[in-house]
């Protein structure tokens, strides 16, 4: 069961990897009236505002397997998936971002500037400047915002994020690769400002 389980979370978050580098042409940016441009800014400021986060994590793909944990965030490029009930385990030390089984020590690395967790653990971020917005909507107070990243040069899927317009905060996002899987992270109990053990985001020696 552990080890279904964990095959299940690593295909679901797999999806978000390949979003750089699925080969699909670029979906047309839409042109942004000033209240879209302003809902923007109210996101890129959230990003911005903190160094520090930490919040319960409920992750759904695109077969509907659904595992949660406690995602911890440490700028700049910090950040770390602690799944509950299995061995997963996903950790960015700033430059690679490493998806591996606690009890085997084994797993995959990739570029954290490959991935969009990029937009969310990068010092600073202009989402006006460093992506195309292709998609936006406001419904009963919550922004999603769909975006393309300009530095991945093969334009392959998207991120969602979701603002909630009155907590001022994030409390989803959605990636979808090139073969449109969806893998969703709903955010909740968030705190910022704690310090972390630097050791959170060490993943010691994998066994290829």
């Not at 998936?81 to 990739?110: E, V």
């Not at 937009?119 to 998609?135: R, Y």
Request: neutral net charge; aromatic residues 8%; glycine residues 8%.
């Amino acid at each position: 069961m552990m080890k279904t389980l964990f095959r299940l979370v690593i295909v679901a978050f797999a999806a978000l990897i390949l979003v750089g580098e699925a080969a699909y042409a670029k979906a047309p940016a839409i042109a942004l009236n000033g209240e879209q441009q302003a809902a923007i800014g109210r996101i890129n400021a959230y990003l911005n505002s903190f160094q520090t986060l930490k919040g319960d994590f409920s992750q759904v793909g695109s077969k509907g397997n659904v595992a949660t944990g406690v995602l911890y965030i440490s700028k700049p490029g910090k950040l770390r998936f602690d799944y509950s009930g299995n061995p997963t385990l996903i950790i960015s030390d700033g430059r690679w971002l490493t998806m591996m089984d606690r009890n085997r020590m084994r797993g995959d690395q990739f570029p954290l500037s490959a991935t969009p967790l990029r937009l969310v653990v990068s010092p600073q971020v202009d989402l006006l400047s460093e992506t195309d917005v292709i998609a936006m909507d406001t419904h009963d107070g919550l922004t999603s915002v769909t975006l393309q990243d300009r530095k991945d040069s093969l334009g392959g899927g998207y991120i969602t994020l979701i603002f909630d317009e009155k907590l001022k905060q994030l409390s989803q996002w959605t990636v979808v690769d090139s073969k449109n899987r969806h893998t969703s992270v709903q955010l909740s109990h968030l705190e910022y400002g704690d310090k972390f053990d630097p050791k959170l985001f060490v993943t010691g020696d994998l066994n290829k």
